[in-house]
C-alpha cells in the first residue's frame, strides 16, 4: 500500500482508478498507453467508498483534469438480503440456497411468528413461503400482521403464494413480485428468486451506496470493471495489446465478489442451447457466487458439494489431499485464499463445459488454444497448476491450452484506456 504524497507525473498521464471489492488499484498510464506504476490500497470498509478514494486521490501529486482520470469499479462485495418465510427450514432453505447461487449474502432467516426487533440492514427483504393454493390462510394472516418498516432495507421483494400477491402489493405498493419459487407443489418449481438476485446483483455493481456518491462528487463516468476487462481482452484477441492472445482463448478475471469468463465464441459447442448472439466473436458470462471474498461462503459450499471434489484436490495439493478430501467434507478445513482461488477456477471450467448456468453456452474446451487470467485473486496461481485443472475437463488425448497470468493487470489498462470501445 501507498503512504503520503506519490510521485509526480507528467501532464501527458493519466490516472486509472478500480475500486474492487478488497482492494483499490490506482495507476499511471502514459500517453502511448504504457503502465508506468502502480499502487494498491486494501479497501477501508469503514471509511465508505467515496470518503476512501477522494484520500487516495488527495495523496497522489497528479496535474489531472477532469479528462485525465479513469473510473471502474467492481465493487459490489454482494447483494445483502433478509429472508422472512413460514418455515426456516424448508421455505426458508430453499430462497436462502437461491440467493446463495445468485451471488447474494443470505443476512438473516426469520420466521414471520419469530422476528427480531432489531434486525441488520440489507438491500433486499424477501418475503416468501407457502405453495399457490387459493386455501391459504396462515401465510394470509400472517402478511396482514407483516410489519416491514420494522427493518432496514432497500427494497422489498415477494415471491410467496401468488394468490396473495395482490393481496402484498395492495399493502405494499413499492413491493416487487416475483414468481412463487414453490408454485402449486411441494419442490422448488422455478428459479425466479435466483433471477431477480443476481439481475439486481449485476444492476447494483456501480450504484453501491459509497461509489454513487463518488460519482455525485467526480465528473467523470464510472463503468464496470468486467466491461473494462472484456474490452482489453478484446484488444489482446485482435493483436492490438502487447499481451498475445492468439487462437480461440477465454479470459478468467478472479476476484472477491465475481469470477467472470471472457470469451472468444467458436469454443462455444454446435449443439448449445444457449448461443452468443449473432455476429459477436467476443463475449462474457459473470459468475456472481464465486469469489474469495465476498462470496467466500458460497464458493466454499460448492466446491464442498461437488461430486469431483478429491480429483480437484488430487490436482491442487501434493500431499495429503485425501485428509484434505475428509476434512473438507466435514467441515473442519478452512481453504486459503490460494486454494479457494483455483476452486473458483474450478468450479468456473465445469459450469462452462455443461453450460450449468442461465444463459450460459456448453463451451468445448478442448478448441481453447490459450488462457489468460487476471484479477486479484489469481496473482498467487501456478500455470501448470492450472493446466493440470484444465485438464480434467479436456478428452484423454487432448492438450492443455498455454497459460499467461496477467500479473500486472495490463488488460485491465488497455481495457480502460480503450477511446470510444472502438473494437466491437
Known amino acids: 500500500m501507498a503512504a503520503g504524497k506519490q510521485q509526480s507525473h507528467s501532464a501527458n498521464s493519466r490516472l486509472a482508478i478500480d475500486i474492487g471489492s478488497t482492494v483499490i488499484k490506482v495507476a499511471h498510464i502514459g500517453h502511448g498507453g504504457e503502465l508506468l506504476n502502480q499502487d494498491f490500497y486494501p479497501r477501508d470498509h469503514k471509511a465508505g467508498i467515496a470518503k476512501q478514494v477522494e484520500s487516495i486521490l488527495d495523496q497522489v501529486d497528479f496535474p489531472f483534469i477532469e479528462r485525465d482520470i479513469l473510473i471502474c469499479s467492481s465493487a459490489n462485495g454482494g447483494l445483502r438480503v433478509g429472508i422472512i418465510c413460514l418455515s426456516k427450514h424448508f421455505s426458508g ?7 446463495l447461487a445468485a451471488g447474494a449474502n443470505p443476512i438473516f432467516i426469520h420466521e414471520f411468528d419469530n422476528q427480531n426487533s432489531n434486525p441488520a440492514p440489507v438491500d433486499i427483504l424477501l418475503i416468501g413461503g407457502g405453495i399457490d393454493c387459493e386455501d391459504s390462510s396462515p401465510l394470509a394472516e400472517r402478511l396482514r400482521r407483516f410489519q416491514p418498516h420494522d427493518h432496514h432495507f432497500g427494497t422489498l421483494v415477494y415471491a410467496g403464494n401468488k394468490y396473495l400477491a395482490n393481496q402484498f402489493k395492495k399493502q405494499f405498493p413499492e413491493a416487487v413480485i416475483i414468481p412463487n419459487p414453490f408454485s402449486d407443489t411441494l419442490q422448488c418449481q422455478t428459479h425466479s428468486v435466483f433471477e431477480a438476485l443476481r439481475r439486481s446483483y449485476l444492476d447494483d455493481l456501480i450504484y453501491k451506496k459509497g461509489v454513487s456518491e463518488l460519482r455525485n462528487n467526480l465528473p467523470v463516468a464510472i463503468r464496470p470493471t468486467p466491461e473494462a476487462v472484456n474490452h482489453g481482452f478484446r484488444r489482446a484477441v485482435f493483436n492490438r495489446s502487447t499481451i498475445d492472445a492468439g ?68 490436482q491442487v495439493i501434493e500431499e495429503d489431499a485425501r485428509e484434505t478430501y475428509q476434512l473438507l467434507l466435514e467441515g473442519e478445513y478452512r481453504l486459503s485464499a490460494k486454494l479457494l482461488s483455483y476452486a473458483c477456477l474450478f468450479l468456473c471450467l465445469d459450469r462452462f463445459a455443461g453450460g450449468k448456468g442461465p444463459g450460459l453456452p456448453v463451451a468445448d474446451l478442448g478448441k481453447v488454444a490459450q488462457v489468460l487470467l487476471t484479477g486479484g485473486a489469481a496473482q498467487t496461481l501456478n500455470p501448470e497448476t492450472i493446466k493440470h485443472i484444465f485438464s480434467l475437463f479436456l478428452p484423454e488425448a487432448g492438450n492443455p491450452p498455454r497459460i499467461y497470468i496477467d500479473r500486472r493487470y495490463q488488460i485491465w489498462v488497455d481495457g480502460i484506456t480503450w477511446k470510444d470501445n472502438a473494437i466491437t
Do not use: K, M, W
Request: negative net charge.
Open 93 to 99: 432453505a430453499e430462497l436462502r440456497n437461491q440467493a
Open 247 to 314: 487462437g480461440p482463448c477465454i479470459l478468467i478475471d478472479i476476484g472477491g465478489a465475481t469470477t467472470d469468463v471472457h470469451y472468444t465464441v467458436e469454443i462455444i459447442r454446435d449443439d448449445s442451447d444457449d448461443r452468443p448472439s449473432a455476429g459477436s466473436s467476443i463475449s462474457r458470462y459473470v459468475f456472481t457466487d464465486l469469489g474469495i471474498a465476498s462470496s467466500h461462503d458460497n464458493a466454499v459450499l460448492q466446491i464442498r458439494n461437488h461430486p469431483r471434489i478429491y480429483e480437484f484436490l488430487s
